[in-house]
């Protein structure tokens, strides 16, 4: 799958898995999946796959 | 066509009056962009002026009211519309229904996710260009310009959060990248 415009080779899994693994604090992030905003109340039930694009903002303090 | 009379005919919302948005909403007005619309619920403090663009005679008052009293300074004819709010989802659309780019300049984490989802999820018609990462004295080649989708540009390092401390230079580099993105967009360069 392709996350910020870069490919890796993950299996399919479920979105807040994936976003724990790459050790995101899912609270302050924005999701989209291809090209669809995610909703977090969707992150436990969404199981993204290898064809997916996903791009995943992080939004820290400060401005 | 000038650049000034294109611009002249253009409308930006700046979501936040702080660090980055009173420096944001100079550079626009020294670009003579032609509509400002100005949010902020804010009010200017001492500690503020290591960075934001305000005077210590300012201090206490409404950042809304201060920051479009620096830029009348600067240009007495372009339109500057100041909202004294928080946005929320519940106002978002109507305060930033005639601008044609919305710059997210918020402080907190959750308010600057608040923004995109809503601005991204909603309001399909608006270009957004937002921040993430700009505190401390960190270097300036960390900081990039990324074009998250057709519509969405996200200026800073991703990285460096407020803890680091808040600091004039780095802020105002990544207000001045966001302004220029704006100007970018509004000439109808789409590219970062």
Do not use: W
């Amino acid at each position: 799958m392709f996350i910020n415009g870069k490919k890796y080779e993950f299996n399919e899994q479920k979105l807040s898995e994936l976003i724990d693994y790459m050790k995101i604090n899912s609270k302050n992030v924005v999701v989209e999946l291809n090209g669809e905003i995610v909703e977090k109340k969707n992150f436990d039930n969404l199981v993204v796959n290898y064809q997916d694009k996903l791009e995943i903002v992080t939004f820290v303090g400060g401005g | 066509m000038s650049i000034y009379s294109i611009l002249g005919e253009k409308t930006v919302g700046i979501a936040g009056a702080g660090g980055l948005g009173s420096n944001i909403a100079t550079l626009l007005t020294r670009m003579k962009v032609g509509h400002l619309v100005i949010v902020d619920y804010d009010i200017v403090e001492a500690v503020n002026l290591n960075r934001q663009n305000y005077a210590l005679d300012q201090v206490n008052q409404k950042k809304v009211k201060a920051c479009k009293d620096v830029l009348r300074q600067i240009n007495k004819t372009i339109q500057i519309d100041t909202h004294d709010l928080k946005l929320t989802p519940q106002n978002i659309k109507e305060v930033f229904k005639d601008v044609d780019i919305i710059i997210e300049a918020f402080d907190l984490p959750e308010e600057k996710v608040m923004l995109t989802e809503f601005v991204l999820k909603h309001m399909p018609e608006k270009i957004l260009i937002g921040a993430s990462g700009i505190a401390g004295y960190e270097s300036n080649n960390t900081i990039t310009t990324r074009r998250v989708n057709d519509r969405f540009y996200l200026v800073g390092d991703s990285k460096s959060k407020a803890e680091l401390g808040m600091y004039g230079p780095r802020v105002n580099i990544v207000a001045a990248m966001q302004a220029n993105t704006a100007i970018r967009v509004l000439m109808g360069e789409m590219n970062v």
